[in-house]
């Protein structure tokens, strides 16, 4: 009996020695490769020790790796892994060169009250079991996330990129891919936490170091050639060659055309939960838009749809791709203060705006902060930029126009046959304040016989048939201080933002009066429908709580909550729109204007 109580007790202390040691067996975490060579690269996060593994454990991803601990920025769910039952697995991310260092860390559920903890499901707290160790690129300072823009001349292009030094920028460029024959040199700006003004941009745990923006302009461009560059500095290292078609030669108005690409309210997605605001519909537009810019005269549906209209159908090789715009109206990053969001961003548009220009307008989410100068009491301008400002866009971005304080804000550009004319709705534009007086000033001066089409942009739309909530009164000054600028000019198209739909009106006369014919007053098309997943419902008598009968107006021609882009051709007779769904790239709308 004795020898029997005697193995009894061994057992049970066996069992508990084998439970004390598999609870105290330590979590690992391991990161391949640990020094990763380029932008973007797989990396592969492995783990093994999870004694309970549970549906919401995680790994969560920092950077730089002396980042907070409770300030991830997202995570992937360990349950991705087939092995994760077992305790132990991989995943795997493409890792985006953001010129710092990374670290990761596996949290789960277990009670240990000694390790951090961090709270980002609801009823759950996460404990702190595993941290790797740093994993850094090859070249942090690495030059990148390209783009170009129009300057006032059709024979340059402007190249922005990001790198981490300041050291002096230059391009090669050439119609050559072999021989890189011309070269330039720019300027360098960046911007600190100082900037900000307000959190949670300026608070250490969301700002981050956006490194530096260079700036340089190609010159001398022969028309409608392709041109091979790459770009960097000493330090830095080089890029990758790409290649751009230059702007066709528009001399003779018998042969000017233009190919735009227009949207608003883009936003970007993560190769992970991102624990912060994520628009999902815009990597399914930017691949839509992608395969609008790639299809060659030959097999582009779009020049199809025109039928003979377009001027470069029998003068050019089918083969070739037609020379394309970008016009984003506001709303662009949706960083509001989260910094990191910005390369993220830009890296994904990178495919596209390296190779053809970028036109951007400033939105809510860009600069609206408690306190802005311009803020009546019938707006609603809040905290929308979540302390930016205005600066991040400030500084990424040059377009046309002033190099004032007014860079970025109101400024216009030619495009073959249009003339663009871009506002801001988040500064004062009542009559008699600078923006007023520059759009006024700008449309007069317009050239009817080289550009016959007058195209004005913001993001904040003067009609809608969404329900507009405490934007009335936003809708209703702007309406009744911009659109007699409509008539007493001429105006033939106003493309909008900020509301997260595509509507298209009748050509307004003025006040809700649509004209006999569409050539005769001004088409306003919302073009808000890129990425942003928020939206209102459709204006109605009696719409409670997102309820009721959708009321379609008389002046709305066509209107969808459906992703997409639209894209537009004009010649100095006709000018054709579509708006493009990002499902199966369907035409959901299409319209004629003609001169």
């Not at 751009?244 to 936003?267: C, K, T, V, W, Y």
């Not at 779009?302 to 089918?318: C, E």
């Not at 009106?505 to 007053?521: L, S, Y």
């Not at 992703?563 to 199966?584: D, I, K, P, Q, W």
Request: with cysteine; charged share 15%.
């Amino acid at each position: 009996m004795i020898k029997s109580l005697y193995c009894n007790v061994l057992i049970v202390l066996l069992i508990g020695l084998i439970g004390y040691i598999s609870a105290s067996s330590p979590t690992t975490i391991s990161v391949s490769p640990g020094l990763v060579e380029n932008s973007n690269d797989q990396v592969t996060i492995s783990w093994s020790g999870i004694v309970k593994p549970t549906i919401n454990d995680i790994v969560a991803i920092y950077s730089p790796s002396t980042a907070s601990v409770t300030h991830p920025w997202g995570y992937i769910k360990l349950s991705q892994s087939l092995s994760w039952k077992s305790g132990s697995g991989s995943v795997s991310l493409p890792l985006l060169n953001v010129r710092s260092d990374y670290i990761f860390r596996i949290w789960s559920p277990v009670v240990n009250s000694s390790s951090p903890q961090l709270k980002i499901f609801p009823n759950v707290t996460l404990t702190l079991l595993a941290t790797s160790i740093p994993v850094t690129f090859k070249n942090p300072n690495a030059p990148d996330k390209s783009y170009l823009a129009f300057t006032n001349s059709t024979s340059e292009m402007r190249l922005m990129w990001i790198s981490g030094s300041n050291d002096s920028p230059i391009c090669y460029y050439s119609s050559d891919p072999n021989s890189f024959s011309n070269s330039v040199t720019g300027i360098t700006v960046t911007y600190a936490i100082s900037d900000m003004c307000a959190s949670p941009a300026n608070d250490t745990n969301y700002f981050r170091d956006p490194g530096y923006i260079h700036d340089v302009v190609m010159t001398g461009l022969l028309p409608n050639t392709t041109y091979y560059y790459y770009f960097g500095s000493e330090n830095d290292g080089m890029s990758a060659i790409q290649s751009f078609l230059s702007q066709p030669d528009n001399s003779d108005p018998s042969n000017s055309e233009a190919f735009i690409i227009g949207f608003g309210d883009l936003g970007t997605t993560f190769p992970y939960t991102a624990l912060v605001e994520t628009q999902y519909p815009a990597s399914e537009t930017i691949a839509a838009i992608s395969q609008t810019i790639s299809a060659p005269y030959g097999s582009s549906p779009f020049v199809r749809a025109m039928g003979k209209q377009s001027n470069s159908i029998d003068r050019l090789d089918p083969s070739q791709t037609p020379f394309w715009s970008v016009h984003h109206i506001g709303d662009i990053s949706y960083a509001r203060g989260k910094a990191f969001i910005w390369d993220y961003f830009m890296d994904s548009m990178q495919p596209i705006v390296s190779k053809v220009p970028y036109m951007v307008s400033i939105g809510n989410h860009e600069y609206d902060f408690i306190g802005q100068p311009f803020a009546p009491s019938w707006s609603n301008y809040g905290s929308d930029s979540g302390g930016e400002c205005g600066v991040p866009y400030s500084k990424r971005f040059h377009m046309t126009g002033a190099e004032d304080s007014t860079r970025n804000l109101w400024f216009s550009y030619e495009n073959g046959p249009i003339h663009f004319t871009v506002m801001s709705a988040e500064h004062d534009f009542l009559p008699g304040s600078p923006q007023f007086e520059w759009l006024n000033n700008d449309l007069a001066s317009v050239d009817r016989e080289k550009t016959p089409w007058v195209i004005f942009s913001g993001h904040r739309p003067l009609y809608t048939s969404a329900l507009p909530e405490d934007s009335i009164g936003s809708i209703t000054a702007l309406r009744e201080a911009i659109e007699p600028l409509f008539q007493k000019y001429d105006v033939d198209m106003a493309l909008w933002g900020h509301v997260h739909i595509y509507e298209r009106t009748c050509g307004f006369i003025g006040n809700f009066t649509c004209a006999d014919n569409d050539n005769d007053g001004t088409v306003h098309v919302i073009i808000g429908m890129a990425g942003n997943t928020y939206s209102v419902p459709w204006e109605g008598s009696d719409i409670s709580s997102g309820n009721g009968h959708e009321d379609e107006p008389e002046w709305s021609i066509f209107r969808s909550i459906s992703y997409g882009h639209v894209r537009f051709y004009a010649n100095t007779t006709s000018l054709y729109f579509e708006f493009v769904g990002n499902h199966r790239s369907i035409v959901h709308d299409s319209f004629w204007l003609n001169k």
